[in-house]
Every structure is written in C-alpha cells, then in structure tokens.
Nanobody, 114 residues
Framework: KLIESGGGLVQAGGSLRLSCQAS????????MGWFRQASGKEREFVAS????????RYAASVKGRFTISRDNDKNTIYLQMNSLKPEDTAIYFC?????????WGQGTQVSVGS
C-alpha cells in the first residue's frame, strides 16, 4: 500500500514537499519513484531513487528543480519541489519503478497558480 501526501495550491515559483508512506512489501528492496498525471494527459515519470539512494533519475522537465529522496527506516520517499511552474500542476503518485499496477494509490494534487 502507498499513501501520498503533501500536495496543495501554490503560486508559481513556490515550493512543496511530497511524502509517500509504503507498507505491505519490503520497501528497501525496490527502486521507488514519483509519477504525475495532468488533466487529460497520460501519467508520466517524474523521478526515481534506487534502494541505496544512488543513480537517481529525473525527467528532463523537472531536473534541477525537484529532488527525490528516501528514508528506508521510515519506508518513505519524498519529493522536494522548488521553482514550481503552472505546468507542474497534476496529481502526483508514488510507486515502484517500474510501477506495480496493484500499488497505485489516490495520489496527491499539486496545483500551481500563475
């Protein structure tokens, strides 16, 4: 099970920190990632972090603005989002990378005003 939190409404240039609490599987064994889905668009990859926290990947659209991290002791991953843009508006989901369909949660809404 995955539970996302931390979304909200911010103005362009603002920051948010998302959290994702995992349970029901061996969290530290998996690469974990953040994904997002804007209204009317396909869900897309945002960032991922392997179990050891190295070889982190980012989508080109967020590189340099977003930072993914994980705490294996807390079974939690985070997404620090800075310099937010209106085009970052979406529902943000966490999952394994590659995703496990049965683990998709409700996500957390991020809305960025211009």
């Amino acid at each position: 099970k995955l539970i996302e939190s931390g979304g909200g409404l911010v103005q362009a240039g603002g920051s948010l920190r998302l959290s994702c609490q995992a349970s029901g599987f061996t969290f530290s064994s998996y690469t974990m990632g953040w994904f997002r889905q804007a209204s009317g668009k396909e869900r897309e990859f945002v960032a991922s972090v392997p179990w050891a926290g190295r070889d982190i990947r980012y989508a080109a659209s967020v590189k340099g603005r977003f930072t993914i991290s994980r705490d294996n002791d807390k079974n939690t991953i985070y997404l620090q989002m800075n310099s937010l843009k209106p085009e970052d508006t979406a529902i943000y989901f966490c999952n394994r990378d590659p995703p496990e369909n049965s683990l998709w949660g409700q996500g957390t809404q991020v809305s960025v005003g211009s």
